[in-house]
């Protein structure tokens, strides 16, 4: 097997030039490039992945940051970061970290050591504790957005907006909304929007906060329907599926009697159909978040040598349409 040395003899240069010219070629001369490019392709030789991480200062490692696993929601996302990663010759590693105390701030600061960035899911986080995280790492936030730092998210609030106008347009004339966990930035921009696409259409109770587990649909069906909703919009398809559940075994049918949001799936778990849905493309998101986060690193990589870089090329907010349909 050729080693590194190998390449550098055949190309006439020092085994420190190959390396460069391998890994971080933009020290390294256009001609001398192509020599050691083309010496390597001749022998065979691919330096490892490590190899290359090393050369670029970076550890070849990225972690996600969720604040728990037993959300739905998330597993789509880790899956995109995951594919992302792999793809660009990193590796992804997973942590759970709430981000709401001081052990947890220890923590983000203990891992920000060993990894080249972080992509946080900081939804419900503290905002002292993700402000803290962006000066220890490159970071880019999920279902978050803070001025100044690269984000992806699921415009949910446009499409629960979107659903709302709808019931209201077909009649609707009481609508609850079954909110998500108690300090959500996403839960606050869904009710926000919610509230001003009803203004004067119709009128509007919200249940909850509630965790965005189905037992949360479940437990909350009486007060749901105490409401005297003809239609309720629901902020995570896990808890849509615990109340279509619920309301089944109190004889309530969707959506003859009662109106769910939900997505595509949970209304097939059950055998509804006419159930809008709110379809969030978990795997986009996953592979965004971690290609913000290599355009990031090359950014910072560029600046740390002292080039003049555009601001224009620092990554920044992205907002993914998220579509409705009416099943």
């Keep these: 097997m050729a080693t590194l040395d190998d390449v550098a003899t055949a190309a006439g240069v020092s085994k420190a030039t190959a390396s460069r010219a391998l890994g971080r070629p933009e020290l390294v001369a256009k001609e001398t490039i192509t020599r050691v490019r083309r010496a390597a392709e001749a022998l065979g030789f691919e330096p490892s992945r490590t190899a290359r991480a090393l050369a670029r200062g970076r550890t070849g490692l990225l972690t996600l940051v969720l604040p728990s696993i037993q959300n739905t929601f998330f597993a789509p996302i880790i899956e995109g970061a995951q594919a992302a990663a792999e793809e660009s010759g990193n590796h992804l590693t997973m942590a759970v970290n709430g981000m709401a105390?001081?052990?947890?701030?220890?923590?983000?600061?203990?891992?920000?050591?060993?990894?080249?960035?972080?992509?946080?899911?900081?939804?419900?986080?503290?905002?002292?504790?993700?402000?803290?995280?962006?000066?220890?790492?490159?970071?880019?936030?999920?279902?978050?957005?803070?001025?100044?730092?690269?984000?992806?998210?699921?415009?949910?609030?446009?499409?629960?907006?979107?659903l709302a106008q709808e019931l209201a347009a077909r009649g609707h004339r009481k609508i609850a909304y079954l909110g998500g966990p108690e300090g959500s930035w996403p839960h606050e921009m869904r009710t926000a929007a919610i509230r001003q696409a009803l203004q004067g259409r119709a009128e509007l109770t919200v249940v909850g906060p509630v965790p965005p587990l189905a037992e949360s649909g479940i437990r909350q069906a009486d007060a749901v329907l105490a409401t005297g909703a003809t239609a309720v919009l629901v902020y995570a398809s896990p808890v849509a599926l615990g109340l279509m559940y619920a309301l089944q075994l109190r004889g309530v049918r969707v959506p003859q009697d009662l109106v769910v949001s939900g997505d595509r799936r949970t209304a097939a778990a059950l055998g509804a159909s006419g159930v809008p849905s709110v379809d969030v493309d978990g795997l986009a998101i996953g592979r965004q978040s971690v290609g913000l986060l290599l355009q990031l690193l090359e950014f910072r990589a560029l600046q740390e040598r002292g080039l003049d870089v555009p601001a224009l090329a620092q990554p920044e907010q992205l907002r993914l349409a998220v579509p409705v349909h009416w099943s």
């Design 101 to 162: 105390t001081d052990a947890d701030r220890r923590a983000l600061e203990r891992l920000a050591e060993q990894v080249d960035g972080l992509v946080l899911n900081a939804s419900q986080a503290n905002r002292d504790i993700v402000e803290h995280a962006t000066t220890l790492a490159p970071t880019v936030l999920i279902e978050r957005e803070l001025p100044g730092v690269p984000s992806v998210t699921a415009d949910t609030a446009a499409a629960f907006a979107q």
